[in-house]
Every structure is written in C-alpha cells, then in structure tokens.
C-alpha cells in the first residue's frame, strides 16, 4: 500500500508543480490590485467587477465568445465532409488524403499566419482571382484587417484540428453496421443519420471543444490579421500584461476565460456521453 502511495505521489508532484499550482498562483494574482505601477496584496473582487462592469470589457468579451462559436460552426461544417470524404477513401488514396489534412498540424503557426495574410492582403491571391473573374473591379480591403479575416483565417487555421477527431470517431465506427443498415433496406441518409452520426459524436464534439477553446485563447491572430476591428478578449488579456501593466486584471480576465473553457468543455463531455447512450 505504501508504495502504491508513493507511486501515486510521484506521478501527481510533475502535473501539480506545472499546471495545479501555476493556475492557483494565477487565479490568487487575480485578487490583487496594482496601485502606482506596484502590485498590491490587498484581496478584493474588484478586478472582476471591472471585468463584467465595464462595458467595453464585457462587450468584448461577448463579441469574442460569439467569434469563436462561428469558428467552431464553420470549422464543423468543412471538417465533417472532409473528414467523411478521406474515411470512405481506401488504399493509398485515402492515407494521402489523410496526410494532406494532418500537415498543417506540423507547420509553424506564425508562417500558417503570414501565408494566410499574404493571400487575403490587397495584391494577395484571392483579391487576384476576383479580379481576374470579374467578380470584383479593383481590389478590396474588405478581406484582412477586420472580423471578417480574423474568422476565416481562424477557421483555416484551426480546420484540421476538427478534422483529425473526427476522422478518427469515423473510423472507429465498424463497417459491419453500415453493411447491416444497408440490407435491412436504410437508403445512406438514413445510415449516416441513424448510424454515422451518433457514433461520430464524440469525435464531432471534440473537434468543435478544440476549435473553440483554441479560438478563445487566441490573441496573436487578431493581431496580425485583425487590425483595430480585430480586437478579442485574448488581446485585451494581452494588452494588460504587455502595456497596460496591471496583472492582477490581466489574470482576472484570464481565470473568466479559463472558467468558460471549462464550462464549455464540461457542457460539450455532457453532449458526447449522451450521445453515445
């Protein structure tokens, strides 16, 4: 008993040392205040009354959860057909296919970025192609700087870590069901809705948590294809440790995203065990 204690401690001390106690450290900061560039120890919760009693920081605060929900629906909505399209895909075909979509996982995030930029810019390639087709007379401005590119970029960004779950709910699914589905009369809507669907849930959900959770954590995006339209929770979050100097606030922001991170998370483990009852 006593070595299975001391076994138990020692794999608890790393998580505990490097994420359990950095978080508390964090969430104490978060009652603190800073007066006159210092961080003083007094506990308060004024912090966070600043957070949800200011109407710019709840605004954004709001605006960035909306954002973020559009990127897990959009990445959803992309990600599910691709992810179904490489699974029916056998043979060689189909782990081509699947190495195509899991690449960009092993590209750098800030090259993934400038592509991105570079092609939503104003002489970038698809103000070209509109121009070229005629859809457009004159470049616009209308694709990077704003909301609009911080989504899209967002959605390209994170797409193939929709995908990759997804894909791998799919293939757990045996093939004998499907094949059970289609001699008992199912036309194939009627499998992918009956069959596919549910058992692929956990897979959908947790393509959609990771979609969601990494959205709202990011704050370098906003900035490099935002602009001043761009502006996210996870740069106001960064403003305050980078310019603005007040931590404690900073972390305030920081535990109220963490917090809806593990709402969410919780809120999307619920949907996924439901759906496989």
Known sequence: MARRWAAFAAAAAIPTLTVVLPILAFLTLSFFRVEDNQIVRDPNLGNYAEVFGNPTYRGTYLGSLLLCLQVAALTLLIGYPVAWRVWRQRGRVGALLLLLTVL?????????????????????????????????????????????????????????FVILPVYLSLERIPHRLLEASTDLGASQWATFRHVVLPLSLPGTVAGALFAFVLALGDYITPQMVGGTSGFTFGRLIWSQFGLAYNWPLGAAMAAVLFLTALVVIVAGGSIARQGRV
């Open 104 to 160: 960009p996982l092993f590209m750098s995030y800030i090259v993934k970025l400038y592509t991105l930029r570079s092609l939503l810019g104003l002489n970038g390639l698809l103000n070209q192609a509109l121009v070229g087709l005629g859809v457009l007379e004159a470049p616009s401005k209308a694709f990077l700087y704003n909301q609009r590119a911080v989504l899209l970029t967002m959605t390209v960004v994170y797409l193939p």
